[in-house]
């Protein structure tokens, strides 16, 4: 089980050894973004299989970033770790802010999966050599304000900043407050609030800061990092009293900071109106995009009800009010139940009452996460098979447990081929999966009838059925 820690400036090294070689070249791969916005993403993280893995809490859901390979990564079994730690917990295995150059593995790994691609979370991404230039027809807006920012202040000059530049940051911040343009808008405050915190760590060895100056006067600024061979632009600050310092700022920052990189990533504009037309005027070679992976399950796309099946002597259906009394005495037989494997009254979280057991099953298939069906024989309930635990990618678990009074009869056998078949050839699986315990010689006879042994641990025999 995948263990997280939060994301502090204090571990954010470990977070650079992955992010100074990451070429997915969007913001969120890089330690500005997550310390930056961390009251919003909530990041945590751990390193499993060789690779950085993120998980975000954005509005109450637990998103994941895709894994970030070290030398020797392995981002399949990341994903793997990610997709079991969902199951375990319960949670949808969401991986969002996934690059393009990652869409195409996500894509044959999840047979059915929801993506999307928001406009206003694209970064701008644009030619390091076009904003160090300028060059060209489409950049004559840009040279002629740096042309009549030079003419003005001929004497203002870009220099870096570091830990030892924190009162001239303070000062401009000053400055900078006196004509904020949007200080009655609450979002742009915030903003600017993190902006400040984020320059207080100019000089740490993972960020980039450089300044404009008018004699001694810091007039505009800029923090960002480098990753692969993109320069990640996190912030960028100027004095509007200083007409086309902004352009003159990013030209300086590029010419400055540019070299080995072949991208410049000025990131997303969050829907404002007024960054989207500055951000679009300087030409950008991509907006690039975000995809988020909502991988669904085969419950989802194929069964809207549980179905009736039969086999020779069993009718297996959708649990019914009728069966709450035989259904609460087959859940609450601990003797029988030591080999069930799942602590169904421990489960609940609360106090157990006559509906518990069977509004959970009901609620399982109502979210499809599960499909429980009762084993009828004679239209009695004398047990019951569940399909759950479906990892997105084509498998599912199927357990089954007969009452004690009907063991022995290969009734177990019965409903578990049938409810198998019917998961392979209906629900379109193209796995089944099963375990016992070892000391169930039972369990293990009725699955070696009707699955392929798969493996082995300390605990369980698995098992597996394909197509």
Same mark, same amino acid.
Request: proline share 2%.
């Given at each position: 089980m995948l263990q997280f820690q939060s994301v502090t400036k204090q571990n954010a090294a470990k977070l650079r050894k992955y992010y100074e070689r990451c070429n997915y070249g969007l913001c969120e791969y890089s330690v500005g973004t997550k310390l930056m916005w961390r009251s919003t993403l909530h990041p945590t993280w751990t390193e499993a299989a060789g690779c950085l893995i993120v998980r975000n809490c954005i509005d109450g859901q637990v998103v994941f970033d895709y894994p970030v390979p070290g030398p020797e990564g392995n981002e399949d079994a990341a994903l793997d770790l990610i997709e079991n730690y969902c199951l375990e917990e319960g949670i949808p295995p969401v991986i969002s802010v996934v690059p393009e150059c990652k869409a195409g593995r996500l894509l044959s790994r999840y047979p059915y999966v929801h993506v999307s691609d928001v406009r206003t979370w694209r970064?701008? #991404? %644009?030619?390091?050599?076009?904003?160090?230039?300028?060059?060209?027809r489409r950049y004559s807006g840009q040279r002629n304000h740096i042309n009549k920012f030079r003419s003005k202040w001929p004497d203002a000059q870009f220099r870096p900043l570091g830990k030892d530049d924190q009162t001239i940051i303070e000062a401009f911040w000053q400055d900078y407050e006196a004509e904020f343009p949007k200080g009655d808008n609450a979002k742009a405050r915030d903003e600017l609030k993190l902006a400040q915190k984020m320059l207080a760590m100019a000089g740490k060895p993972w960020f980039l800061a450089g300044g404009m100056f008018d004699g001694d006067k810091l007039i505009a600024l800029s923090l960002a990092e480098k990753c692969g061979e993109t320069l990640i632009i996190h912030i960028e600050k100027a004095l509007y009293s200083y007409t086309g #310092? %902004?352009?003159t700022l990013v030209q300086a920052f590029a010419d400055a900071f540019g070299d080995g990189?072949?991208?410049i990533n000025r990131e997303d504009d969050a829907a404002d109106r007024g960054l989207r037309t500055s951000k679009l005027q300087y030409g950008p070679a991509k907006l690039a995009p975000k995809y988020r992976f909502e991988p669904q399950n085969e419950l989802l796309t194929h069964v809207k009800a549980i179905p009736e099946l039969?086999?020779?002597r069993l009718t297996l259906s959708a649990l019914t009010e009728a069966d709450i009394p035989a259904y609460n005495a087959l859940v609450l037989d601990d003797e029988r139940n030591r080999w069930w494997g799942y602590d169904d009254v421990g489960g609940l979280g609360g106090p157990v009452t006559e509906r518990s057991f069977f509004d959970v099953a009901n609620r399982d298939f109502e979210n499809r996460q599960a499909a429980n069906f009762a084993v009828r024989l004679d239209g009695k309930l004398i047990g019951e098979a569940v399909l759950y635990r479906f990892d997105c990618r084509g498998?599912?678990?199927l357990g089954c447990r007969i009452d004690k009074a009907y063991a022995g009869f290969g009734y177990g056998?019965?409903?578990?081929?049938?409810?198998?078949?019917?998961?392979?050839?209906k629900v379109h699986l193209s796995r089944v999966v099963a375990k016992c315990f070892k000391e169930n010689q039972a369990?293990?006879?009725m699955l070696s009838s009707c699955m392929r042994k798969k493996g082995e641990d300390e605990t369980f025999f698995y098992f597996e059925k394909v197509v």
């Open positions: 970064d701008y #991404v %644009y030619y390091r050599e076009d904003l160090q230039l300028f060059a060209g #310092v %902004y352009p990189c072949q991208w039969k086999t020779e498998g599912a678990e056998t019965e409903a578990f081929t049938a409810v198998a078949e019917w998961a392979l050839y369990s293990y006879k």
